[in-house]
Structure formats: C-alpha cells, structure tokens
C-alpha cells in the first residue's frame, strides 16, 4: 500500500507538471567527475589559494576546460574576470582597555578579545569611545524591530549579541524561530552598524549560538584577512570590528552593573532599550598590507529567444592553500570543498552543451575567494554579466559529501521561494524527498556564494544530498556528518580518494540540477520569492 500510495503522488506530479519540458541527460558520468575532481584537489594545486601558484594553476585548469566544453567566454573575449584583492596583516600586540566607574578593564587581543580593523591605514585608534550595548543589533522592518530606533550610536562603539532573537527563544514565530536568519550572520552586524555610523562593533561570542568555538574568531586578530581592493578603500567602515569572549562580556557588563543574561533575555523582546554602559573602549592596531589580482572564471551558452535572461550556475574554486600543519599534512586539498562541486558544475555545462538550445542563457561562474567572506561572488555582483534584474535564479554547491546516493535531498536556506517547489518536483522523480538543514542555527546558508545574489534579489538554491546516505541510513550519515565538521572541513584530510570516495552521489545532484535549470531556462515566469524571506523583493511575473 505505501509503495502504491508513493506511485500515485508521483504519477500525479509528473501529470501536473506535464507542460514542462522534460530531458534524459547524455554526457554525465562517474568518470568525467572524477577526472575534474582529482586534477583540482590534487596537491599539485597546492590547496587553491587565491593570489598563489596553486591558484593561478587552478585558474588556467579551469578556463581549458570550459574552452573544452565549447563555451563562450562571459567577459568580452575572457573567460576570466579580474578580482582586485588586498590582504590585511593585522598587529595587535598592545592590550585593549576599557575604562569605567571601577578603574581600567585590560584585554589581550586573541584570548578573551580579538580586534581587527578592515582599514588600509597604517595606524587605526579609538580613544575613550564611549560603549553601548544595543541588543541583536538589527533593522528589521518586515519583524517591526528596530534595535537602533531609541539611540544615535554615530561614532561609539556597540557591543551585540549573535545570531537573532529567534534563536534564543526558540519561538518560531520569532525571526525564524532557531533557524539563523541574515539578520543573525556576523557581518550583516558589522554592515548594520557601518550603517548607523558607529566607530567600533563587537559580537559577544556563544558558540552554540555562532556554530564555532572561539579559536574561529580569535584568529581575525591575528591572521590575514582579504578584502576587495575598493571596499578596503572605503571610509564607510567602522574603524574597528571584533568579537569578545561571553565569560569576558560578563565581566564588563557587570562592572557597568548590569547581569549578562538578564540583558539577553530584555533584547529578545522589541520593547528592549539600548543600554548605554558608562564605559569607554581604547585600543590601538596597526595593519600593514599587499594587494593581488585574482579572478572568476566563467563561460555561457546564450539563450535562443531571450539571451539576455540567465540561469546561473556557481561553485568556487579557492580553498585555503598550505597551511598550519597537521599530521604533517599542510597542503588543504579541499576535495569536498569545493572541488567536486566544481567538477558537477563542469559536468552540468557538458551536459547543456550537447541537448537542445534553452531559451535563456545559462552561465557557469566559478568565483574566487569564497573562503575570505564570498569576495568574488561579490565582485561579480557588482560587475555582471547579465543584469541583477534579469539573472533569473540560480543554484549553488558546496561542501560535497563523497559518501555515495542519497535518499534526501538537504535544502540549506528552505523556505525563502518558489524554488523549492521546482526541487521538490525534480526530487520526487529520482525517487528522493526534501529536507531541512539539520543544523539551521548555523547560518550556513548565509556563508556561501549565493548571499550576494540573493541580496540582490536574485532567488537561489542551495541544495545537496545530505543527512540519509542510502546504504547507511540517516542515522549513520549524521555520525559522519559530525565527524566530518570536526576531522575533515578546512583541515588537510579533505582529500578526494578515488578507491573508497564514491561520486554517484555528486552526479546525481548534477543530474538533478541540470534538469530544473532546463526547466526554468525554457519557462517565461521568474520564480518569486516568500514575502517572509529577509531577501524579499518584487520580481517581474514574466517577460
């Protein structure tokens, strides 16, 4: 009977869905991946580090393989669209101080503080700047909560909580309930409060609450961080960012006399009040700088009827090059992230390249620097190809699981537009479901390539099988899922093993992929978005 009753729900979702057009793929296969696959994670590519050997290799690599393919260039006569980086080498070395009605509070930089400035200034200061705690730190009209509506903040320093009001109260209805919204993400704090032209911004660290122990933001204090060369150049700033450890926010907090949980638990609601402290930051960093060209690729097939329409393809090509050894490994291959999405991405180029012309365009845009905060996806943005406005959807892959097929099909960022629907179709028809992010407090939707379109209203995908491998059930795949995030993301051991990685899994998604992009690339309606989406915008109904 449930065999039956699942033949008769697909049987009728293929009917409903009969005007569509619908297409076998022809040059997919395990071999094609994995030949993509292993040129990319190979150590060869010394981990694909932008501005590097290894990603100047990545980088011819891939425009041979789309001039392979029989693309056309997307930038003029150019596969290749130049990405101007600087890289910041922060110095720290003198403590932080803050200054309030018991005396002076001292912070080594790394340890219970970790301050950066994003500035191209050799020498970067606050002095006496007075300290405000503004709750979340977010302006969000459609949630009517403003945390700024009370306060001009104009050239203090604020101190806010990560993540969204939601999280903390697990009220669905909240936000997104423990779903991470933008509105929770790091740097929509430190966009907001660049904003609101304050001088200083600081996230008080939770790690349940930030998906990360405090080693991850430690380390902007002390490592380099890259930037796009224009917006470095920006006096739209604030001068200095950072994060402060939650055991260290108590302290300052109380000396202020004010209880750390008893403000958290006033800042969940839209009656809270920010809290002047009575206390002023002073600190003083130093930054030296080198600047490097690095660059998206892209090809395109134009469209027959409406080629200045597009469905884009994006998977990005950096990792994170040679680094801190570990089991005498440096070299991060990054075989999972993000090689073999590339090579899906390469695969579903092939395979649009030998079916019918579509009616609009499709790109396939391999953007740089995901890993130093989406820099190329960025640039691209600013710089398209096609205009924002005509980019139709699109779809993004990331962090690749090599295990095999999957029963599911994990939608990071459910719930935002009329994209899901399209999945849930294509879904169904290779016998699979949909499935929410099991981990949603983590803000991965927001930590990869497809943030920047959807901020500019562009709706997207990003999707994978996931958490319910096939042979090991979902059990099993969520103890590998665990034990991936801890052994294997960023660290040397994400290496592509072709006697135990199985990619049957990867062309299954790639299959998937391309058959909803056919659909859409073939339709006249733009895929709208939610009206609860904090990505929201009016889209145009059709062309």
């Known amino acids: ?22 297409i076998s793929t022809k040059k997919m296969s395990l071999a094609m991946l994995a030949d993509d ?31 392979e393919i029989g693309l056309e260039p997307a930038f003029g006569q150019s596969y290749l669209q130049e990405v101007p980086l600087v890289k910041i080498l922060p110095n720290a ?58 306060i001009d903040v104009t050239g203090k320093t604020i101190i806010v909580l990560v993540n969204d009001p939601g999280f903390f109260t697990q009220d669905p209805t ?14 929509y704090k430190f966009e907001e409060a660049e904003r609101q032209g304050a001088a200083g911004c600081i996230i008080v660290h939770e790690e349940e609450a930030s998906g990360y122990p405090w080693a991850v933001p430690a380390r902007h204090s002390t490592d380099p961080e890259y930037y796009l060369y224009d917006e470095a150049l920006s006096d739209k700033h604030c001068k200095v960012r950072g994060w402060i450890s939650q055991s260290a926010a108590r302290t300052l907090l109380a000396r202020s006399g004010y209880d750390y949980d008893s403000l958290k638990r006033a800042a969940v609601t839209q ?66 992230d993000n090689a073999a999405a590339v090579a899906g991405l390469l695969a579903i180029a092939e395979e649009f390249k030998v079916q019918p012309e579509t ?51 994990t939608v990071t960022g459910l719930g935002h537009s009329e994209l899901d629907d399209y999945l849930k179709t294509a879904a169904l028809r290779q016998g699979r479901y949909m499935a929410k992010d099991p981990n949603p407090e983590n803000g991965m939707f927001f930590r990869s390539d497809q943030l920047p379109f959807m901020k500019k209203g562009v709706p997207f995908l990003f999707a994978k099988g996931y958490i319910d491998q096939r042979e090991l059930g979902k059990e099993a795949t969520l103890q590998i899922i665990a034990d991936y995030w801890k052994h294997v993301y960023h660290k040397p051991s994400d290496e592509f093993v072709p006697e135990r990685d199985k990619l049957e899994g990867l062309l299954e998604d790639a299959q998937l992929f391309f058959h909803i992009g056919y659909r859409i690339a073939n339709e006249q309606t733009y895929p709208k978005w939610y009206k609860t989406s904090e990505f929201y915008q009016e889209r145009p109904v059709a062309r």
Request: overall charge negative; charged content about 20%.
């Open 271 to 336: 009656e809270f009040t920010p809290v002047p402290l009575q206390a002023q930051l002073s600190v003083r960093l130093r930054n030296t700088w080198e600047t490097c060209t690095s660059h998206n690729v892209a090809g395109m097939l134009k469209g027959k009827t409406a080629p200045d329409e597009a469905i884009v393809y994006v998977a990005h090509w950096d990792h994170l090059g040679i680094g801190r050894p570990y089991d005498g490994d440096s070299i991060y291959n990054g075989a999972s």
């Open 1 to 22: 009977m449930k065999q039956f009753l699942y033949s008769l729900v697909l049987l009728l979702l293929l009917v409903a869905c009969g005007n569509e057009k619908s």
């Open 359 to 409: 009616e609009r365009s499709l790109l396939f845009l391999i953007p740089t620097a995901e890993e130093s905060s989406l820099l190329g996806s960025y640039h691209y943005v600013e710089h398209p190809v096609f205009p924002m406005e005509k980019t139709v959807a699109g779809f993004n892959s990331d962090v690749i699981l090599l295990l095999g097929q999957f029963n599911d099909v």
């Open 174 to 187: 909240l936000f997104n309930g423990k779903s991470m919204t933008y509105y929770g993400r790091w740097t």
């Open 93 to 150: 070395s003198e403590p932080v101080v803050v200054r309030d009605r018991q005396g002076e509070l001292r912070f080594t930089n790394e340890t219970e503080i970790s301050l950066w400035s994003p500035m191209l200034a050799p020498e970067i200061s606050l002095t006496d700047n007075e300290l405000v705690f503004v709750g979340f730190g977010i302006v969000a009209p459609e949630n009517d909560w403003n945390d700024f509506r009370q």
């Open 37 to 67: 696959l292993e040129i990319l994670a190979a150590d060869s590519m010394e981990g694909r580090a932008p501005c590097t050997i290894g990603g100047e290799r990545t980088v011819r690599y891939l425009q041979s393989r789309m001039e």
